[in-house]
């Protein structure tokens, strides 16, 4: 039982540990078609890549993403600086075209101090 607790909470703090985090004012929106939402920090978070001004995407078409747009929105509309949280780019420090919606850093939460 030990074991199994001890491995559960070392791959607990992996993932964790691999979640990168930047905190600033939201600069663009873009809803896709597809669900894709893309939307930019006003200063580019540590390893994202910059598709044009966004560098983080995520899926508007789930109850986690629409969640997640939701607050979004309620940030940009109340002028609000927002912390996030997010998976890093595939390739980060690049600008479009190696910069896309399938290589931008994921987001995974968001919060408004």
């Known amino acids: 039982m030990k074991k199994i607790f001890a491995t559960t909470l070392v791959a607990a703090l992996s993932s964790s540990a691999l ?26 978070p540590p390893n994202s890549c910059n598709n044009f001004t966004e560098q983080v995407r995520f899926d508007a078409t789930t109850q986690a993403g629409k969640n997640l747009l939701s607050s979004l929105l309620a ?3 109340a002028n609000r600086t927002v912390n996030i949280w997010y ?12 910069c896309n919606e399938y290589t ?9 101090p």
């Open 19 to 44: 979640a990168e985090y930047s905190t600033g004012e939201l600069g663009r929106i873009i809803t896709m078609a597809s669900g894709t939402v893309l939307f930019g920090m006003k200063v580019q």
């Open 75 to 77: 940030a940009k509309a």
């Open 87 to 98: 998976t890093a780019s595939t390739t980060p420090g690049t600008s479009y075209p190696t």
């Open 104 to 112: 931008m850093a994921e987001l995974t939460s968001i919060a408004i």
